[in-house]
Every structure is written in structure tokens, then in C-alpha cells.
């Protein structure tokens, strides 16, 4: 069964859209190996820019889209469920089909892939209702 972004919009934490995405797999291995270049040409492309844009701007720049988790550094764009070289070669929709797309963090995206949260530093509590304490540590 495919994971969809509509699918995981559905999960309001980050803790449980982080389980969602998760794969517990090394970055690139199983995507790309040594044809690392056909995806510097795919993120290279008008098309990918364009969509990675219109992603960016449908999760607010925010972190799994979660609205108190605006990303400053580093914004990486996460495909739900991944793409592989024949996907590109072909040009399978998947590719830029914005509901297989989701903002990440540099660091929430290699830790989906390693399916390890404790790579992704400081993560802060999820908010609660009528807390008004946001740097109590909970």
C-alpha cells in the first residue's frame, strides 16, 4: 500500500508523521548507488524546481509540514514513497506528483531514511493545549 502526503496529513504530530515516513535504510543506496548524476540532472531541471517550490510553499516551509517547525537551514524535499532511476528515465509521474512530495529538514530526511528519530537534533516537545511555557522541557 503507497503512503500519500493526504494519507499523512491525517497524522497531526510530528512524532507519528516521522513513524509514517520512516524506512530504516541508508540514504541513496537503494534509490540511486552509483548513478548519483541522474539525480543532480532531475533536481537540476526547470520541472523539479518548480515543484520543489510549490512544495515548499504548500507545508509553509515547515519541517513534515508541521506549523511550529519552520525550517532555517537547510530544506530538502522528501519523496513519500521513493523514486528509483527507472522512475526518472521513464518520467513517471511519482516524480513530481506533489502528493508523493513532503518538506523536510536536512536532518529529518536522513534520519526517515535511516528510520532513526534521535538523529534529528533537538527536537522539541509537541505543544500542548494551554501551554504557555515554551521552553519548559516536558
Known amino acids: 500500500m503507497a503512503r500519500t ?8 504530530t510530528f ?3 516521522f513513524e509514517y515516513l520512516k524506512l530504516s535504510s541508508s540514504v541513496g543506496v537503494s534509490t540511486f548507488g552509483f548513478e548519483r548524476y541522474l539525480n543532480q540532472i532531475l533536481y537540476q531541471s526547470k520541472r523539479w524546481k518548480q515543484v520543489r517550490r510549490d512544495a515548499i510553499v504548500r507545508d509553509g516551509a515547515c ?5 511550529d517547525r519552520e525550517i532555517i537551514d537547510r530544506i530538502t524535499i522528501h519523496h513519500i ?3 528509483t532511476i527507472e522512475d526518472i528515465e521513464i518520467g513517471r509521474p511519482c516524480v513530481f ?3 508523493n512530495l513532503i518538506t523536510t529538514a536536512y ?7 535511516y528510520g532513526d528519530i534521535s538523529l534529528i537534533p533537538h527536537l522539541p516537545p509537541e505543544r500542548k493545549k494551554g501551554d ?3 521552553w ?3
Open 136 to 138: 519548559r522541557v516536558f
Open 81 to 83: 514513497e521513493p523514486i
Open 132 to 134: 504557555t511555557c515554551p
Open 63 to 67: 519541517d513534515l509540514g508541521i506549523e
Open 107 to 113: 536532518e529529518t530526511h536522513n534520519a526517515i531514511h
Open 97 to 99: 506528483d506533489l502528493n
Open 5 to 12: 502526503y493526504r494519507e499523512m496529513l491525517q497524522l497531526k
Open 15 to 17: 512524532g507519528e508523521r
